[in-house]
T-cell receptor
């Protein structure tokens, strides 16, 4: 199956700093990538849809100025958590679709963010 | 409002048992349903179902879609401790790219 990588896998930062998370499709081109957030023992919550070459589409309640998404190429999307606070601590997961119109999403291994 | 509901929320069984996990959905213009397994990291893809009544099978895991009942089941036979995970059901939205995820079923297999 398609492989999606994420970096870093784990990050600890101080409150007020910004953290960038990278999501890469390794063996395919992804015109669309997705960013999810998951709290302990809860399901995935879609934050935004990242489209190559255009602005991301954010879900209701997600602050676009706080969670900056850039999809500069067909294999890379980045999520930057700006001015992080402890409540931003969570598990962030990206995913990508293989081809347009395909329903299957392949997930990256996730990034555990802890804000002190 | 579109939604996906899974049951049970959690399940504890002994090795060798057979389990059935349920997923029901109410999604406009349904076209497919996906099952994922999530262990400590991100979900891994198991099955995608599009046609009613056709069983998808991989080893001890199998799944069937019932479009009439708007539901799907995931069966795991002869469970092993390695099957312990959260099993997620997801249905793509018609518009946009969103997935509607269920809350997941947490399965624990005891030796």
């Amino acid at each position: 199956g398609a492989v999606v990588s994420q970096h870093p896998s784990r990050v600890i930062c101080k409150s007020g700093t910004s953290v960038k998370i990278e999501c890469r499709s390794l063996d395919f081109q992804a015109t669309t990538m997705f960013w999810y957030r998951q709290f302990p023992k809860q399901s995935l919550m879609l934050m935004a849809t990242s489209n190559e070459g255009s602005k991301a589409t954010y879900e209701q309640g997600v602050e676009k100025d706080k969670f900056l998404i850039n999809h500069a190429s067909l294999t890379l999307s980045t999520l930057t958590v700006t001015s992080a606070h402890p409540e931003d601590s969570s598990f962030y997961i990206c995913s990508a679709r293989v081809g347009t119109g395909a329903d299957t999403q392949y997930f990256g291994p996730g990034t555990r963010l802890t804000v002190l | 409002e579109d939604k996906v509901v899974q049951s049970p929320l959690s399940l504890v069984v002994h090795e060798g048992d057979t389990v059935t996990l349920n997923c029901s959905y109410e999604v406009t213009n349904f076209r497919s349903l996906l099952w994922y397994k999530q262990e400590k990291k991100a979900p891994t893809f198991l099955f995608m179902l599009t046609s009613s009544g056709i069983e998808k099978k991989s080893g001890r895991l199998s799944s069937i879609l019932d479009k009439k009942e708007l539901s799907s089941i995931l069966n795991i036979t002869a469970t092993q401790t390695g099957d312990s995970a959260i099993y997620l059901c997801a249905v793509p939205a018609l518009t946009g790219n969103q997935f509607y995820f269920g809350t997941g079923t947490s399965l624990t297999v005891i030796p």
